[in-house]
């Protein structure tokens, strides 16, 4: 457990710190699903950041999208209308004591969090080979606007 107490910067780099442990199988299991190929049909993908709730670890998911999404859970290909949980290992930063999250005038934990953890993706995604992926990914964190949104490829590739 991460207690309470840390300044801005301090937890900024606490929280890299956690993430950067978690880097090279993150960027194998990036690479593997790069590897993957992308059905026809897939004109975009989008990479969404699903920040945790009071301390909760985030989530990670990835969708393909196209002018016909279809929906079928038995096909394991990437196919317009796939979306799938990119398992990261961010179950570790539910270690951090939830009061970093509760109040953002008194601590702006999760606006900290969602910022670091964006860039930390994009930067696994970029060093994964990603920057070549067939189809343009944008990567975005959800609920917050703009905020942590990156283009992760132009496609084309």
Known sequence: MVPYGLNQAQFQAMYRRKLDGLSKHVIAQISALLAVPVAPDVDEANVE????????SPDVWIYWRGKNNKVD???PSLFAGRSMHLELGLEILA?????YFLDPDQFPGLELAVSVLSRWVAECWWKAGGWRYPV?????????GTCGSVLLSEGGA
Not at 49 to 56: H, L, M, R, T, V
Not at 95 to 99: A, G, M, S
Not at 136 to 144: E, G, K, S, T
């Open 95 to 99: 270690e951090l004591d939830e009061q």
């Open 136 to 144: 343009p990914v944008m990567l975005a964190v959800h609920d917050f």
């Open 49 to 56: 950041i699903f920040p945790g709730e009071d301390g909760a």
């Open 73 to 75: 859970h038995q096909d």
